[in-house]
């Protein structure tokens, strides 16, 4: 299988640096990483409802200046794993896209964990996203052993 399959260190870096233009894979990733540890088969669990559990991009694709961040870093980063996380489907709504600062509290106050913890961050801009996504990038091996 070598060649075929990546092992570890190489699915973790591709993870590392993965965009998810799909949302239900997106919520399927982040819900499976939330669960593991907590869960005995992240990786059998199936998607909640849509409409009671949504994604946000916490890092909208047209940031206000708020944000600090031009379009195309925008762009670049919008569909990074790392700037994605799950909500409850009205406190998504009534996020919109506001500033960061504006969607803290809502994040930090999350039932999710790994929600939390963005919520928790002072910023958030690409490189924040990218320490995220490394962080989610170390558990996908153990979420999903080859």
């Not at 998810?20 to 990733?29: E, F, G, N, P």
């Not at 009671?52 to 670049?76: C, F, M, Q, R, Y």
């Not at 998504?92 to 963005?118: E, I, M, W, Y």
């Amino acid at each position: 299988m070598d060649g075929i399959v990546p092992n570890n260190r190489q699915f973790e870096e591709e993870f590392s640096k993965a965009n998810v233009s799909k949302t239900a894979l997106a919520r399927y990733y982040l819900r499976a990483i939330e669960l593991y540890g907590k869960e005995d088969q992240p990786l059998l669990l199936i998607n909640e409802d849509p409409n009671a559990v949504n994604l946000e991009h916490v890092l909208p694709l047209a940031p206000s200046d708020d944000w600090g961040i031009d379009k195309e870093t925008a762009a670049a980063f919008h569909k990074r794993i790392g700037n994605m996380v799950l909500l409850g489907a009205k406190d998504n709504v009534a996020l919109g896209n506001g500033s960061f600062s504006s969607k803290r509290k809502t994040l930090k106050a999350s039932p999710f964990t790994t929600t939390q913890d963005v919520g928790k961050c002072d910023k958030w801009n690409a490189e924040q996203i990218r320490k995220r996504q490394a962080k989610l990038a170390e558990l996908a091996p153990k979420v999903w052993p080859l």
